[in-house]
Each structure stands twice: as C-alpha cells, then as structure tokens.
C-alpha cells in the first residue's frame, strides 16, 4: 500500500526566505504526482502535477522536483510571502487505480 | 468559471442521524471522487465513479457509508447513523474526459461534517 509521508509537519519563516517542502513516498510505481494547496475552509488548489516521465515542474516562483527511483519530490518556494502562508500537500496517482494517495501536509507561516 | 460545487458546507448531525452530501462536478467532468479529510491529516480516498457506475469503493469505512451518481453528474455521499469519528471534511473532485489517468482532479470546498 503506498503511503506519502511530508516533513516537516509545520514550518514558520520571515518574508522573502527561500523555503523547500519534503514528500516521500513508499511505492516508486506512481503515475504522476501532484503538489496542492489547502488554505483554511476551503478546498484543494492544485500548483503543480509532474508526471513520472519528468524530473520537475515550474510555476513562478514555485518548482517541483521527481526522483520517482528514491521515492521523493520536493516543492520549492523562493522569496516567500505572507500570502503564501497555507497548507501545502502532497499526492501520488499510482500505476494501477485512479484515486490520489495524500501526504499529511506541511502547514506553512511565512512571516510578514 | 463553475468550478465543483458542494453543499451543505457545513453539517452537525446529531450521532446517529443520517446525512446526505452534495456534489456538483464541473460540467461535463467523466469521473468524481470522494475523499475524506480528518483534522490536521491528508485527505484519503473514499469512492470514484465514471459517469454512473462505481468503479472504486474500496475506500468507504464502513457500510453505513453510500455513495450514489444515478446520472453520471451530481452525486450524494450518504452516511448512515452518523458516529463522532465521522467527523471531517469531506472533499468531492472531477477531473474531465480525457485521459483519467493524466488528467487533474479539480477539488470542491469540502462539506464540514461535526457528529455530536
């Protein structure tokens, strides 16, 4: 059974930091993986979706990086605003099923 | 644009009351899912459907919980004699008809479900 794990759970930095999120995840037969945001009361808002055949995906100033083979990806936040204050999360689509597999999140403060 | 749509947004039920959860997908949007988000945690999956049939319901708890999409567009998650451990957000998706696979799931705002 695949299981994503995030590290670190929480994360507080002052404004304008560069930030990098940690996903890892069990079973390397993965599909695509995909890196979410949540802000409070609301739902899911996908950044980014690297498929298995990628190594990284860029958007702004967020880039995610894939190495399917240790099983790990990485968000990385450069300059970091308040704004970007919420919970970051982490989801796998495996080879077989079509469901996504979470990871447990990373609740970020950046600090004006 | 509509993006998905689900009500009520928020729910208290009495335990051991019945409650149903609404999901509107994007127009035109094949598969749905549900997911179920306990506080602090990741969502985890709950059912998928294709149009009408239930492909996947290998993530319902227990068997009080029903899912249904009699006509392949909204779908109800209905959850029988409620307990306090079904307290969560529960998250509807879609994602369109190209491609399951490839394609992305567009998220709903959730439906806070508090069992008392």
């Known amino acids: 059974k695949q299981e994503v794990t995030q590290i670190p759970a929480a994360l507080s930095v002052p404004e304008g930091e560069n930030l990098v999120l940690n996903c890892s995840f069990t079973?390397?037969?993965?599909?695509?993986l995909q890196w979410f945001r949540q802000d409070p009361g609301k739902g899911l808002t996908s950044l980014l979706l690297?498929?298995?055949?990628?190594r990284e995906q860029t958007s702004g100033r967020l880039n995610a990086s894939l190495d399917k083979s240790s099983g790990r990806s990485t968000l990385y936040i450069a300059a970091s605003q308040p704004g970007d204050s919420a919970t970051y999360l982490c989801a796998v689509k495996g080879n077989a099923g079509n469901m996504l597999t979470f990871g447990g999140g990373t609740r970020l403060m950046v600090k004006p | 644009g509509a993006g998905v749509s689900q009500s009520p947004r928020y729910k208290v039920a009495k335990r051991g009351q019945d409650v149903a959860l609404r999901c509107d997908p994007i127009?035109?949007?094949?598969?749905l899912f549900w997911y179920q988000q306990a506080l602090g945690q990741g969502p985890e999956f709950l059912t998928y459907f294709q149009n009408e049939a239930q492909l996947d319901k290998s993530g319902l708890p227990s068997d009080r919980f029903f899912a249904e999409r009699p006509e392949g567009s909204v779908s109800t998650l209905k959850i029988q004699r409620t307990q306090q451990e079904d307290s969560a957000v529960y998250l509807c998706?879609?994602?369109?008809?190209?491609?399951?696979?490839?394609?992305?799931?567009?998220f709903g705002p959730g439906t806070r479900l508090t069992v008392t």
């Open positions: 690297i498929q298995s055949s990628q």
């Open positions: 127009s035109g949007h094949v598969s």
């Open positions: 079973d390397s037969a993965i599909y695509n």
């Open positions: 998706a879609s994602s369109s008809m190209t491609s399951v696979r490839a394609s992305e799931q567009y």
